[in-house]
C-alpha cells in the first residue's frame, strides 16, 4: 500500500506507523498530495485520521516512517514544513473572546507576518468568505458555521501550499458544508493548493475527488472516487464493501 | 516571512508581540480574571495585614532600616503572590487552551517550540508586572511607600521572579490532563508554596518555631523570589536569592520544553487531549 516518498508532493507519507502504547493507530501508512490536489481521507470515527493529523503537524513524534511536506522532512525540518502548511483542526481553536480580526493577527503573527502585511491577507481571506463586515464581532457572537469560515480563512491567511481540514464540516448545516467545501475545491483550482480533508461523510468525496479510504488503522484503498465505485453502485456501496472486507 | 521556513529576526520579534498581545487582550477581557488579581492581594493587605499589625515584634532585619509595620512588611509577598497566582493562570490556560483546542494553533507554528514556550512565558510576565504595579500603586495610598528608586530597582526582579514562577506554571501544565485536575494545583502548589515562604512572616522567626518547616521554607523557590522583590523594592539586591531564582528557572523550562517535545514529552503519551477521528 505504501507509496515511496515523493520530493514533488505537497504532502507525501510512507510507511507511517503509531501506537499509542500497545494501541496501534496507524499501520505502514503512504501516499502523497500533489500541488493543487483535492484529496478526501474517508474513515469512520476511530479509523486514526486526527492521530495522521497530528504526526504531520508535528503534535505528536513519528517513531515509525517518513513524512515530507514539499520535500521537507517532518521530523528532521518541522519548521520548514510547518511553514507551508495551513490547518483546521477537527475542535474549533479560535478565541471566543477575541474578535475575528485579534484571532487572524495572532494566526498572523505566529508565523512571523507583522500587522502591516497581515492586514491585506486578512482583509482578503475575510472578504472571501463573506465575513469582512463581521471583523470586529467577538467569535462567540458568531454561528458555528460562520466560526468554521473564520478558521478556514485564518488557516489561509500566511498563505500555504498544503491545506490539512479534519472533518471540518462537523456540526454544519448543508449550507455552510456546501459553501466550505466549494470554497476549498477553488482553492486547489486557483491557487494550486494541496489539500487533504479528513471526513466520515462520503457525500463529501464527490464524483472526481481523489479518495483514500482509513479504516482501522489501515489504508484500504487509494484512488479516484470513480475508480473505487464499482459500475451502476455508490461510493458507499464501496466503502461498506471495504470495511465488510476488512472485517472478515 | 519566507515558505522554506527561514524566519529572520522581524519574524520572531512579531510573534513574540502577537503572543504578548493576546495574553493582554484575553487579560483586558475576562474582567473577573483582572479585577480578582488585584483584589486577593488587597484584601490581604488591609483584612489580614490590619489584624497582624504589630505581630513583628521588635527586630529589624534586611532590607528595612527600622521598625516597620507588618503591612510594609506582606507587600512584596503580596507582589510575589500575584506572579504566583498569574504563573498558575497561564498554566490554566495553557490547560484550557490544550482541552479547547487553541493549544494545537500555537504549537503549528513554524517557530521552534522551545521559543513558543518563552514567549508565552513572556507574555504572563509581561502581564503579571502590570497587575504588581497597579498593586503597588493602590498599596501607597495604604502607606506602603517604598522609595522611589525602588519601584524601578524591583523591575528586574519581578521579571525574574515572573519567569521562574509562569516556567514552574508551564511544567506543571504539561503535566495536567485536564481542567478539573487544576483544583489539585490549588491545594498542592500555589497554598504550600505561599505559606512555606517568606511572604507572610520572615525566616527568622520560622526558624524559632520550626526548624523542619524553616528548611522548607529555604528551599522553596516562592521565598526566593520574595526575598528578591522585597530587597530590590528597598533599592539592594539579594544575591542568594537572585543565584537560586535563576537556578530555579533553568531547572523549570528544561522540564517544560522536554514535557511539550513532541518525541519526548507527555503530550505524546498522553494522546495530546484530542479524541481520533
Known sequence: MSRDANPHAALSVAGLSYAFGKRQVLRDIGFNVLPGDFTVLLGL????????????????????GHMSVFGHDVERAPLAALA????????????LDLTVEQNLFYHAALHGLSRAQARGAIAEELGRIGLLGRRHDRVRALSGGQKRRVELARALVHKPSLLLLDEPTVGLDMESRHFLLQHVRALCATRAIGVLWATHLIDEAGDESRVIVLHEGRILADGSSGRLTAPGGTLKDAFDALIRKAAA | MSATGALGPAAYWQCLAGIIRREALRWVHQRGRFVSALVRPLVWLVIFAAGFHFVLGVSISPPYRTYIPYEVYIAPGLAGMIQLFNGM???????????????????????PRWFLLICKLLAGVAVSIVQVYIFLAIAWFWHIRPPLTGYIAVLPALILAGLMLGALGLVLSSFIRQLENFAGVMNFVIFPMFFTSSALYPLW?????????????????????????????????????????????????????????????????????????
Open chain 1, 45 to 64: 470515527n476511530g479509523a486514526g485520521k486526527t492521530t495522521l493529523f497530528a504526526l504531520i503537524t508535528r503534535l505528536y513524534s513519528a517513531r515509525a
Open chain 2, 89 to 111: 493562570q497561564s498554566s490554566l490556560s495553557m490547560v484550557y487552551d490544550r482541552e479547547m483546542g487553541s493549544m494545537r494553533t500555537l504549537m503549528i507554528s513554524p517557530f
Open chain 2, 205 to 277: 522567626r520560622m526558624q524559632q518555631a520550626s526548624l523542619p518547616i524553616y528548611w522548607l521554607a529555604q528551599l522553596n523557590p516562592f521565598t526566593h523570589a520574595v526575598e528578591l522583590i522585597r530587597f530590590a523594592l528597598y533599592g539592594a539586591f539579594n544575591p542568594v536569592s537572585a543565584l537560586v531564582v535563576c537556578a530555579y528557572l533553568v531547572v523549570f523550562m528544561a522540564a517544560a520544553i522536554v514535557g511539550y517535545d513532541p518525541g519526548r514529552g507527555l503530550l505524546a503519551r498522553r494522546g495530546g487531549g484530542g479524541t481520533d477521528g
Open chain 1, 84 to 95: 507551508h502548511l495551513g490547518v483546521v483542526f477537527q475542535q474549533p481553536t479560535l478565541d
